[in-house]
């Protein structure tokens, strides 16, 4: 099984910066897929980043500009840099990463850690 440890949640200031990390249980070279997404309260879950396994980055419109998706292969881990962050931009957020095996496709995901942005 692939397993997911996020870390570097907490409390910031508006217009502050964090930096989430995702260590993934496997070799990210073998992933197909990773994403980090959020859940605030009374709201779905949304797709704020992804990258594909070739290098190719999607960002929410909310978030583009100011968030950044990236990974260390060598420390199997996934980032997810915010910069400028809003009140709006609190939630929860996961981690996911795609996997294949058998030639079936799975979705992987994390135990979320909290951002809140408040003054």
């Known amino acids: 099984q692939v397993q997911l440890v996020e870390s570097g949640g907490g409390l910031v200031q508006p217009g502050g910066s964090l930096r989430l990390s995702c260590a993934v249980s496997t070799s990210i070279l073998s992933i197909l897929d990773m994403a980090w997404y959020r859940q605030a309260p009374g709201k779905q879950r949304e797709l704020v980043a992804r990258s594909t396994r070739g290098l190719i980055t999607n960002y929410a419109d909310s978030v583009k500009g100011r968030f950044t998706i990236s990974r260390d292969n060598a420390k199997n881990t996934m980032y997810l840099q915010m910069n400028t962050l809003t009140p709006e931009d609190t939630a929860v957020y996961y981690c996911?990463?795609?996997?294949?095996?058998?030639?079936?496709?799975?979705?992987?995901w994390g135990q979320g850690t909290q951002v809140t942005v408040s003054s």
């Open positions: 996911n990463v795609r996997t294949t095996s058998g030639g079936v496709t799975y979705d992987n």
